[in-house]
């Protein structure tokens, strides 16, 4: 009897501390260092509380974009500012206590870098005012080498004066293919790179969207065969669907994401399922549109929309599918929404993490 009681005691200790480990991912925070913030912080976010504790910062300048390496170890941050200063940052990271520190720096070349994407040994950079896209090696260390190769965006869009000069604003590697896909924000295009060898190689348009729209972020379907471009300016999400093999799109549809105008659309992200999309609008009416998807199809269906606190820059995700944690940068905080597995919609938990001018939250997954 005595020997059951303690083999329970034990199996019900181990599924706690299992469990523990499960709900607890590590998020990284990332801000615009002008209004008091010391630059990227780290959190131990508890996936079913909804609850963040902090854990680490690193001061570095203004970084506006982070993101993970795949396995954790490495924090990439771009440093948003004028040309002379732009620059990408690697920084370690510890899994176990969220450490950080800093590893080295390479300039951008191109003035504010204002996205950050990484696979394997290669990195690459949207560099908003600079009009372009930028690559570089990952060393076997974690560290970045000098910039490799760079492609310039292009004008053409009719609004002004948004779309007077050049902008790339994001750079995504195309699930399960050898693209990369590039917002050419000023010319109202989707454009395709070849990847072969760590290099890029200039393939054309993959996708138009309509004039004066400033294509600003993408987002693939998890299966590849679809991906969703939110629009700054024309406040539209854009549907594609997406041939991998071929590297070819066709537009299905757009939506109008925000019906007042305010031509501040800014992030994009599929719940973990797929289920639902989810794009936020800021400068007026704040808040996060929800779309159903229809899987087999990729098309949307507009089913809520969350006002939310000023500015939301940037939102994320848990892996698990239960929180939506939005960046509020004017209001200095990230909100924690809990997610209705059901309809889509957001329910504000009130567990805000206070952090000054929040630009970037992302898991490590």
Known sequence: MRSNQLFTM????FTSISLSAQSNVRLAVGTYTDGGSRGIYTYS?????????????????NPSFVTFSSDGRFIYCVNESGEAQSAVSSI??????????????????????????VKGGLLLTANYTGGSLSTFPIKT????GPLDQ???????????????????HTTVFAPGSRYVLASDFSH???LRYRLADGRLTEDGVAATMTAGSGPRHIAFSHDGRFFYVMSEVG???????????RG?????????????????????????????LYVSNRLQHDGITIFKVNKATGRLTKVGYQPTKRHPRNFGITPNGRYLLCAARDDNRIQVFRIDARTGRLTDTGHDIVVSRPSCVTFCK
């Open 10 to 13: 034990a199996l019900s200790l």
């Open 45 to 61: 976010f508890n996936q079913q509380t909804g609850k963040a504790t902090l854990l680490d910062s690193l001061e570095t300048d």
């Open 92 to 117: 370690s990271h510890n899994l176990t206590t969220g450490r950080m520190q800093l590893l080295n720096r390479q300039s951008t070349q191109g003035a504010d870098p204002c996205y950050v994407a």
């Open 141 to 144: 260390d974690g560290t970045i």
């Open 150 to 168: 760079q492609f310039k965006g292009s004008t053409g869009g009719p609004f002004m004066p948004n779309q007077a000069s050049a902008h790339i």
């Open 188 to 190: 109202d295009r989707i």
């Open 235 to 245: 406040d539209r999400v854009g549907v594609f669907s997406w041939d991998g093999s």
């Open 248 to 276: 070819t799109a066709k537009r299905l549809e757009e939506h109008q994401a925000d019906t007042i105008n305010a031509h501040g659309g800014a992030d994009i992200h599929l719940s973990p399922d797929g289920r639902f």
